[in-house]
T-cell receptor, first 117, second 113 residues
Framework: GAVVSQHPSRVICKSGTSVKIECRSL??????MFWYRQFPKQSLMLMAT?????????EQGVEKDKFLINHASLTLSTLTVTSAHPEDSSFYIC?????????????FGAGTRLSVL | GESVGLHLPTLSVQEGDNSIINCAYSNSASDYFIWYKQESGKGPQFIIDIRSNMDKRQGQRVTVLLNKTVKHLSLQIAATQPGDSAVYFC????????????FGSGTQLTVLP
């Protein structure tokens, strides 16, 4: 099956620092990648949709200057949480959709647990 | 607004029994549905999908049923095993769209020994 690698799996940082999370599709080309945020015992909340070579589309209420997304290639998208604060602590998950036949299936990374002190 | 909901937040089943997890969706335009399994601290894992032109699809130990009339789908797991313990999400979308999926709130399945 399609493999999506997300790194790092866990990060602890001080308030005010920026954190970059990488999402890579390892065995397929991902024309579209998605970034989600998940709070404990809750569902996935879509933050933004990222298409290779174009600007990301952010969901309502998600600050684009706070959560910078770059989708520079068909296999890599990054999410940078700028000037992180304790309220940004959460589980961030990326997913990728291929350009192939199963293009509606999103394959997920393992997630990144962000803790801001 | 568009929403996908689950009937039960938690479900406990005895090992070896069959599990049925239900999901209701509200958007009539949804024509594609996926079930994901999420283990604690991990990302969701694709289980099975179904298009709206089907009412049943089977995989390995899993079956998804779709009732478009009442906007309901279910995931059946045969001979539930301890490794099936996880949160299960249904998701809906529209084929040929921006590929966005709307996720349900999740059902925690616990398999009892």
């Amino acid at each position: 099956g399609a493999v999506v690698s997300q790194h790092p799996s866990r990060v602890i940082c001080k308030s005010g620092t920026s954190v970059k999370i990488e999402c890579r599709s390892l065995d397929f080309q991902a024309t579209t990648m998605f970034w989600y945020r998940q709070f404990p015992k809750q569902s996935l909340m879509l933050m933004a949709t990222s298409n290779e070579g174009s600007k990301a589309t952010y969901e309502q209420g998600v600050e684009k200057d706070k959560f910078l997304i770059n989708h520079a290639s068909l296999t890599l998208s990054t999410l940078t949480v700028t000037s992180a604060h304790p309220e940004d602590s959460s589980f961030y998950i990326c997913s990728a959709a291929s350009s192939g036949l199963a293009k509606n299936i999103q394959y997920f990374g393992a997630g990144t647990r962000l803790s801001v002190l | 607004g568009e929403s996908v909901g689950l009937h039960l937040p938690t479900l406990s089943v005895q090992e070896g029994d069959n599990s049925i997890i239900n999901c209701a969706y509200s958007n009539s335009a949804s024509d594609y549905f996926i079930w994901y399994k999420q283990e604690s601290g991990k990302g969701p894992q694709f289980i099975i999908d179904i298009r709206s032109n089907m009412d049943k699809r089977q995989g390995q130990r899993v079956t998804v049923l779709l009732n478009k009339t009442v906007k309901h789908l279910s995931l059946q797991i045969a001979a539930t095993q301890p490794g099936d313990s996880a949160v299960y999400f249904c998701a809906s979308g529209a084929l040929g769209s921006a590929r966005q999926l709307t996720f349900g709130s999740g059902t925690q399945l616990t398999v009892l020994p």
